[in-house]
Each structure stands twice: as structure tokens, then as C-alpha cells.
């Protein structure tokens, strides 16, 4: 997570190492004031249909509802009670995204909401990650003007018929790389150093990994190849869909659990410790692998973030996490993403006596 001096060039910190260096030791400051991180969502739709998504499950559609773009009342009731922590506080966030289970570029005002937060100077680091298919000239100049630290992009092929079969659009590998060149180019005309662009994909297992790499060394700031994962509380398994089959599926969970090298069950997850989500409706969540949203700890219209951050449903989803390492919750008990907890994260054997909630 990237300090304030460091924010000066932060535009020349990795994205793989913005979140590294000077990683909080939650064990000594848990609990925490304020969350590090909040995330917004924009937009709870997207524009792809990606095979291993959410978005193509049968039960996403069912439990996602209303699909909606969040309204300018729901972000600005977000940006001001990120004012009010950060009054009551004396701090601000580490980091700010615009991103949960939805393309962020569908929303027409993003770049409007990029600046509002900006002006409001509540976080000390913003982040956008977009499949940037609808990255226009206008929103990449804008993205340059209002200051953007990170702009993640998710590439899912770099190979047109894959492209295809994995997004369900006609969206094709030219059109992104294209949007994103843009991005590029306007930034070092400007002589701007944000937002660091990094570029990922994930394992093609194959050489479009290399292909994706030569595509994008010249466009992207970072190329990054992500070992993906499968997604907590359904029966529909992500890796098999992508990866076409349950032997290849197979392979990529044996290969992501080797690259995370933790057990599960000796291992909190920091979220509820660290993070919150404001979703498109309001309502607001734990962490970025609820999509069903069954860690709701409160709605953004009708308490404060603060107080929902000290509030009795976030205290008791963390006594929950600290005495059963997750396995209390059906969604936590089916979740791998603890194990990329680092170690400053660890939170095993932290007394639940230390925290508390405001009535
Ligand atoms: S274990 Fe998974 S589902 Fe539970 S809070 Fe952590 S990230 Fe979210």
C-alpha cells in the first residue's frame, strides 16, 4: 500500500508492489479506525459475460438484482461520510476502487465520480479496474486530468476466438489494446506519470501468456499473469468452465493453492478487518468475493460508514472469522482467498476480547 510520500511517484511504483510495501501489521493494530480500503461499484452490470464470472452464472442473476448503475445520491452520500471518517479520524484511506462485480466504464458520470473523489482528497490512492472495452479517448484524458494512480486492465485473451468464447462479445483483442494504447500515449504526451497502467491475464496455461506479454510490453506500465481462482457459494466450478473441463479445472486449483502455500483453516481472513464495499444499490458488504451479497453489514442511506464499520454486524462477522478461521460462514468456508493472506496480515490467535461495537 503506497504511503504519502511515496503517492508523489506513484506512478512509478508497480501495482504488484503498491500493495506490498509498507503493508500494515494488522495484528498490532487491529481493531482499525477506519477501513484501508473501500470499494465502490459503479455498476453492478457488465458489458461481457465472461465464462468464469459471476456475471454467466445462473445464480448471479437470480441473487444480484436490481442490475443498476449506482446513482449520483448513493456515491455522494459515500464520498461524504468518507469525509466524515476521515474528520473523525484524522485519516484517510490507502486505497479507493472503483470496481466490484460490474464493468465501472458503464457508468456514465465515472469520470465525474473519479474527480469528486479526487477534490474530496479522502483516500491516498485511487484504482479502476475495467475490461477497457469502453475506454474512450474522452474518459482516458479524463482519467489522466483527475489524477487516477491505477488503471487495472483485465485482459481475457489476446487471441480473437478465444476472446469470444471467453467473454461472449464481439469485443475484439484489437479494440482493447487499442483503448488502452490511447490511455498510453496521451499520458506521456502529457508527461504524466498516473495512472500506472498494469495489464493482466489470466494463466492460458499456453503461449498466450508470451503473446498477451509482447502485446502489451510497450502499451502496459506491467504485464502481470494472475492464477486464478474458483468463486466461494456456487456449484458452478469457474476453473472448469474456463479451462474447459474438470481435469483441466482440477489442474488450475492444484496449481493455485501451490502458488498461495497456507492452510485455511489456520488463517483469518483480513477482510471484515480492512475492507468494505459500497455497492450500486447502497448496500454495503465485507469483501469482493460476496457477490451474492451475504455478508451485508448495513446500507449506505441509512447509517453512516462509520457506523457501520463499528457497527454489531461487522463485529460480529469478525468474532466469527477469529474463532472459526472462516469456517462459521458458508460463503468464508467455501473461500480460498484467505490463503493469499501475507504474512503482516496475520490475525490467528488475536483475542476477540480486543474488539468491540458501538451500540
Ligand atoms: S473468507 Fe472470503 S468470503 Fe469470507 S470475508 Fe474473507 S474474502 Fe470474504
Known amino acids: 500500500m503506497v504511503t504519502e510520500n511515496e503517492k508523489k511517484v506513484v506512478g512509478e511504483v508497480p501495482f504488484s508492489e503498491a500493495y506490498i510495501n509498507n503493508r500494515v501489521k494488522l495484528f498490532d493494530k487491529v481493531p482499525l479506525e477506519m477501513p484501508l ?15 468464469m464470472c459471476w456475471q454467466s452464472t ?36 490507502k486505497l479507493l ?41 474522452d474518459l482516458a484524458r479524463t482519467f489522466v486530468e483527475y489524477g487516477l494512480d491505477y488503471f487495472r486492465a483485465s485482459i481475457y485473451s489476446v487471441i480473437p476466438e478465444n476472446q469470444k468464447r471467453i467473454t461472449q462479445t464481439s469485443v475484439t483483442p484489437e479494440t482493447v489494446k487499442n483503448n488502452i494504447e490511447y490511455l498510453r500515449k496521451y499520458r506521456d504526451e502529457k508527461g504524466a506519470k498516473k495512472p500506472f497502467i498494469c495489464a493482466k491475464i489470466m494463466d492460458s496455461h499456453g503461449d498466450e501468456n508470451n503473446i498477451f506479454k509482447k502485446m502489451y510490453e510497450n502499451i502496459a506500465d506491467e504485464t502481470l499473469v494472475d492464477v486464478p481462482w474458483d468463486l466461494a457459494g456456487t456449484e458452478e466450478k469457474a476453473l472448469d468452465k474456463l479451462y474447459g473441463g ?27 478487518f480492512t ?85
Open 97 to 137: 476502487k472503483f470496481y466490484f462485480r460490474g464493468e465501472p466504464l458503464l457508468h456514465s458520470e465515472i469520470g465525474n465520480m473519479l474527480k469528486i473523489a479526487q477534490e474530496a482528497d479522502i483516500a491516498e490512492c485511487t484504482e479502476v479496474t475495467t475490461n477497457a472495452s469502453l475506454l474512450t479517448p
Open 37 to 51: 480500503c473501500v470499494s465502490i461499484e459503479p455498476s453492478n452490470i457488465c458489458n461481457f459475460k465472461c465464462l
Open 275 to 359: 475492507h468494505c464495499i459500497v455497492e450500486a444499490d447502497g448496500k454495503v458488504v465485507i469483501c469482493c468475493m460476496d457477490w451474492p451479497g451475504m455478508t451485508n453489514i448495513g446500507h449506505i442511506m441509512e447509517e453512516s460508514l462509520y457506523d457501520i464499520w463499528h457497527g454489531k454486524k461487522l463485529y460480529d462477522f469478525r468474532v466469527m472469522q477469529l474463532k472459526t478461521c472462516g469456517s462459521g460462514h458458508p460463503l468464508c468456508d467455501d473461500c480460498a482467498l484467505p490463503l493469499q493472506n501475507k504474512p503482516e496480515d496475520e490475525l490467528y490467535g488475536f483475542p476477540v476480547e480486543k474488539l468491540s461495537f458501538k451500540e
Open 246 to 272: 474438470t481435469d483441466e479445472g482440477e489442474k488450475a486449483r492444484k496449481k493455485y493453492e501451490d502458488t498461495q502455500n497456507k492452510s485455511k483453516r489456520n488463517n483469518v481472513c483480513r477482510y471484515p
Open 58 to 93: 445462473e445464480e448471479f442473476k437470480k441473487c444480484a438484482t436490481p442490475f443498476m448503475n449506482m446513482s449520483m445520491e448513493v456515491f455522494e452520500k459515500t464520498i461524504a461520510d468518507l469525509k466524515e471518517m476521515k474528520s473523525k479520524t484524522g485519516k484517510r484511506l
